[in-house]
Nanobody, 115 residues
Framework: QVQLVESGGGLVQPGGSLRLSCAASGIFSINVMGWSRQALGMQRELVAA???????GYADSVKGRFTISRDNANNTAYLEMNSLKPEDTAVYYCRVRDSALNDYWGQGTQVTVSS
C-alpha cells in the first residue's frame, strides 16, 4: 500500500521559516521526490525536486530561499523554506516518481504566510 505522509505546514509570518517532510512507503524503486504547490485559484506548480543521486531543481520563484533534501535510507524528503513571502501561501503536495515513471501524490499540507 502506497503512503505519502506529509507534515510541517502551518501559519508563519513573512520572513519566517518552515520545514516540510514527506515520508514515502510502499513504493518500489523511488527515483525523484519533490514538492509542488497550488495556491487558491491557481494551477499546481513544481517547487523543488531531488533525484536519487542528489541532483536538485527549483522553481525560479524559490531559488535561494528553499532547499530540498532527502534521506534515501528512510524514503523521506524535506523542504526547508526560508524568507517566506505571502505569495508562498499554498497547499504543498509531495510527489514521488518511481523508476517506472509512476507518480504518487501526498494529501497536501497548508502553508500560510501572513502577518
Amino acid at each position: 500500500q502506497v503512503q505519502l505522509v506529509e507534515s510541517g505546514g502551518g501559519l508563519v509570518q513573512p520572513g519566517g521559516s518552515l520545514r516540510l517532510s514527506c515520508a514515502a512507503s510502499g513504493i518500489f524503486s523511488i527515483n525523484v521526490m519533490g514538492w509542488s504547490r497550488q495556491a487558491l485559484g491557481m494551477q499546481r506548480e513544481l517547487v523543488a525536486a531531488i533525484n536519487n543521486s542528489g541532483a536538485t531543481g527549483y522553481a525560479d520563484s524559490v531559488k535561494g530561499r528553499f532547499t530540498i533534501s532527502r534521506d534515501n535510507a528512510n524514503n523521506t524528503a524535506y523542504l526547508e523554506m526560508n524568507s517566506l513571502k505571502p505569495e508562498d501561501t499554498a497547499v504543498y503536495y509531495c510527489r514521488v516518481r518511481d523508476s517506472a515513471l509512476n507518480d504518487y501524490w501526498g494529501q497536501g499540507t497548508q502553508v500560510t504566510v501572513s502577518s
